[in-house]
């Protein structure tokens, strides 16, 4: 019996930036012919072109709502409790909002039929939390089982997609509600080292929401049929992306090394995952790669030795919404599920990294649907406001 993603909704807050206007507005804040220099060359070869935030801080005359200057127009950094207090405020409405648009999409679904919840997020906290407000906010059973995994960082949604899969597989008429939510841009910081305004350049704002089940995909719809998973750790890279929370938001530790680790053991951990399967790298029809940067897409590019191409639809979602942390690789597969159909079953090979160096990996097989699938446009949770 094998599990399915039947469909992957994806969801937008209302602002959006700009790279090179959000390169500007950091050279203003962080001001020095260095600092510039390096904020420069970082945002300009980030590879993306556009993030959204739930924040309109940022924007020619907005009132902010946490990020006020003093008179002097630096930035006076809020407490974490101010950025978490407003992390619960946004959430609440957006993991709901995500969860109404999978049920109202997914073909033969209805919120009855949920039977696990499962949250992902590592940018904020509360209690009763978010997979409490899916339960009540879409009218689900009270049944519902429900589980969050928090602070695992951008490969969790792998955890919760094995999580769904196993819930599925040890009871079929399961039928799992996957959510993801992070809010990146309320933990921006305002200091000149390196892997401050590296993360800056990157992370974004955005969620996702995943029905999994063990039921007979429509033929109607695309899907993707779940195979196996496997994790792996490159130890050495332990201390180059770690974060603990701060006083003044989640503090960060993104070296530049980070590629160059993910590069070296890419191809040994992936060959593994092949072989389990009875599979080669040419065997693979699509990647679904967790877009953390461009240098990060390079490397992998370069030490799979895949042809041009193959990791455009990371590339696209990193260029037009950056780094969402573990809500990035959804938008991935979602943009493979609504594309150009197919005619035949074809194997997905998808991937993430996050602290640790962890290295999570999913094969999947893409289903052919009868029909080509309705083309989406990006959701956004309200009116778009771009600078």
Same mark, same amino acid.
């Given at each position: 019996?094998?599990?399915?993603?039947?469909?992957?909704?994806?969801?937008?807050?209302?602002?959006?930036?700009?790279?090179?206007?959000?390169?500007?507005?950091?050279?203003?804040?962080?001001?020095?012919?260095?600092?510039?220099?390096?904020?420069?060359?970082?945002?300009?070869?980030?590879?993306?072109?556009?993030?959204?935030? %739930?924040?309109?801080?940022?924007?020619?005359?907005?009132?902010?709502?946490?990020?006020?200057?003093?008179?002097?127009?630096?930035?006076?950094?809020?407490?974490?409790?101010?950025?978490?207090?407003?992390?619960?405020?946004?959430?609440?409405?957006?993991?709901?909002?995500?969860?109404?648009?999978?049920?109202?999409?997914?073909?033969?679904?209805?919120?009855?039929?949920?039977?696990?919840?499962?949250?992902?997020?590592?940018?904020?906290?509360?209690?009763?939390?978010?997979?409490?407000?899916?339960?009540?906010?879409?009218?689900?059973?009270?049944?519902?089982?429900?589980?969050?995994?928090?602070?695992?960082?951008?490969?969790?949604?792998?955890?919760?997609?094995?999580?769904?899969?196993?819930?599925?597989?040890?009871?079929?008429?399961?039928?799992?509600?996957?959510?993801?939510?992070?809010?990146?841009?309320?933990?921006?910081?305002?200091?000149?080292?390196?892997?401050?305004?590296?993360?800056?350049?990157?992370?974004?704002?955005?969620?996702?929401?995943?029905?999994?089940?063990?039921?007979?995909?429509?033929?109607?719809?695309?899907?993707?049929?779940?195979?196996?998973?496997?994790?792996?750790?490159?130890?050495?890279?332990?201390?180059?992306?770690?974060?603990?929370?701060?006083?003044?938001?989640?503090?960060?530790?993104?070296?530049?090394?980070?590629?160059?680790?993910?590069?070296?053991?890419?191809?040994?951990? %992936?060959?593994?995952?092949?072989?389990?399967?009875?599979?080669?790298?040419?065997?693979?029809?699509?990647?679904?790669?967790?877009?953390?940067?461009?240098?990060?897409?390079?490397?992998?590019?370069?030490?799979?030795?895949?042809?041009?191409?193959?990791?455009?639809?990371?590339?696209?979602?990193?260029?037009?919404?950056?780094?969402?942390?573990?809500?990035?690789?959804?938008?991935?597969?979602?943009?493979?599920?609504?594309?150009?159909?197919?005619?035949?079953?074809?194997?997905?090979?998808?991937?993430?990294?996050?602290?640790?160096?962890?290295?999570?990996?999913?094969?999947?097989?893409?289903?052919?649907?009868?029909?080509?699938?309705?083309?989406?446009?990006?959701?956004?949770?309200?009116?778009?406001?771009?600078?």
């Amino acid at each position: 019996m094998k599990s399915h993603i039947h469909h992957i909704e994806t969801l937008l807050p209302k602002f959006s930036y700009r790279q090179d206007y959000s390169s500007d507005r950091m050279v203003g804040w962080l001001p020095g012919k260095r600092n510039r220099r390096i904020i420069k060359g970082i945002y300009g070869h980030s590879g993306i072109d556009t993030r959204y935030s %739930v924040l309109p801080d940022f924007g020619p005359g907005a009132e902010p709502v946490l990020f006020r200057e003093d008179e002097n127009g630096r930035i006076i950094e809020p407490s974490t409790q101010a950025r978490n207090r407003y992390y619960q405020q946004c959430s609440r409405e957006m993991v709901v909002e995500a969860g109404r648009k999978a049920l109202a999409n997914a073909e033969g679904f209805a919120a009855g039929d949920i039977t696990h919840v499962v949250t992902v997020s590592c940018t904020g906290f509360y209690n009763p939390g978010p997979d409490f407000d899916l339960v009540r906010g879409l009218g689900l059973p009270e049944s519902t089982e429900r589980y969050n995994l928090g602070f695992m960082g951008c490969y969790a949604a792998f955890p919760a997609l094995r999580m769904a899969d196993q819930f599925c597989q040890a009871r079929p008429d399961a039928v799992v509600l996957v959510v993801c939510l992070e809010l990146c841009s309320l933990h921006l910081q305002f200091r000149e080292e390196p892997d401050s305004l590296l993360a800056n350049s990157l992370f974004a704002d955005g969620a996702a929401a995943v029905i999994v089940s063990a039921r007979e995909p429509s033929p109607d719809r695309p899907s993707l049929a779940i195979q196996s998973f496997s994790s792996a750790l490159a130890t050495e890279g332990a201390g180059d992306m770690a974060w603990e929370i701060g006083d003044h938001g989640f503090d960060i530790r993104l070296s530049s090394y980070v590629p160059d680790i993910i590069e070296a053991n890419i191809k040994a951990i %992936v060959a593994g995952v092949l072989q389990s399967s009875q599979l080669g790298l040419a065997d693979i029809g699509t990647w679904a790669v967790h877009p953390g940067g461009r240098a990060i897409l390079d490397k992998i590019e370069k030490g799979l030795k895949l042809d041009a191409g193959k990791l455009n639809d990371s590339r696209e979602v990193l260029r037009n919404y950056g780094n969402m942390s573990a809500v990035t690789v959804l938008f991935v597969l979602n943009r493979i599920l609504n594309r150009t159909p197919i005619d035949e079953p074809q194997p997905v090979c998808a991937m993430a990294f996050g602290p640790g160096l962890t290295i999570e990996t999913a094969l999947l097989e893409l289903q052919a649907a009868r029909h080509p699938p309705l083309k989406q446009e990006r959701t956004h949770y309200a009116e778009e406001f771009a600078v």
